[in-house]
């Protein structure tokens, strides 16, 4: 079944504390990219990746990281978490070209930063 | 003032109703244009895609893009108690900018039978 995983698919921490949300997709999908969604603010983008070893900034990049190893996987990492990260994340994943907007999203990250 | 305006409702129509919802824009470098809905608790998948100015349907569904008034809508006809989502906007640049995608608030929509 083609899909995009994501986990863990809840996550409550602490403030400082590192994480990584892992995300991956098996349909051999170019493009991947990383969302948070807040209530009233709709899907922000953090990160995305064109290609394995190409990754560029979204509109909210400040206190993420990202890295494009291979090409099924998106980590997504926090270094020093805080609870304005406090949001649901998204990952996605499609082909380029003129398919590129059909992106398949994964099914969540609630996270919570305490 | 943000890239992507769009209405957040809530939105709530009797069933058979036909449902506008709209989307405005500032960045003039946008060049395609998304609609996706999304249930509760789900992420949000690809509904409609247009490609500058135009009309496009699928169905029930319509999309039009305005470029030269910087405006977007998605029309649904005889709507239907499963349609009651959240429906995003989303828009993206060509070029360079082509990996940047930008989204609407989202309107919330109920169906109500």
């Known amino acids: 079944e083609a899909q995009v995983t994501q986990n863990p698919r809840y996550l409550i921490t602490v403030t400082g504390k590192k994480l990584t949300v892992t995300c991956s997709q098996n349909?051999?999908?170019?493009?991947m990219s990383w969302y948070r969604q807040d209530p009233g603010l709709g899907l922000r983008q953090i990160y995305y990746s064109m290609n394995v070893e190409v990754t560029d900034k979204g509109d909210v990049p400040e206190g993420y990281k990202v890295s494009r190893k291979e090409k099924r996987n998106f980590p997504l990492i926090l270094e020093s978490p805080s609870p304005n990260q406090t949001s649901l994340y998204f990952c996605?994943?499609?082909?380029?070209?003129?398919?590129?907007?059909?992106?398949?999203f994964g099914p969540g990250t609630r996270l919570t930063v305490l | 003032q943000k890239e992507v305006e769009q209405d957040p409702g809530p939105l709530s129509v009797p069933e058979g109703a036909i449902v506008s919802l709209n989307c405005t824009y500032s960045n003039s470098a946008f060049q395609y244009f998304m609609w996706y809905r999304q249930y509760s608790r789900k992420g949000p998948e690809l509904l409609m895609y247009?490609?500058?100015?135009g009309n496009k349907e699928d169905g029930r569904f319509t999309a039009q893009v305005d470029k030269s008034s910087k405006y977007i809508s998605l029309f649904i006809r005889d709507s239907q108690p499963s349609d009651s989502a959240t429906y995003l906007c989303a828009m993206r640049g060509g070029g360079t900018s082509y990996g940047k995608l930008t989204f609407g608030q989202g309107t919330i929509l109920t169906v109500h039978p």
């Open positions: 349909m051999n999908h170019e493009y």
């Open positions: 247009t490609y500058s100015s």
């Open positions: 996605a994943s499609s082909n380029l070209g003129l398919a590129a907007d059909t992106q398949y």
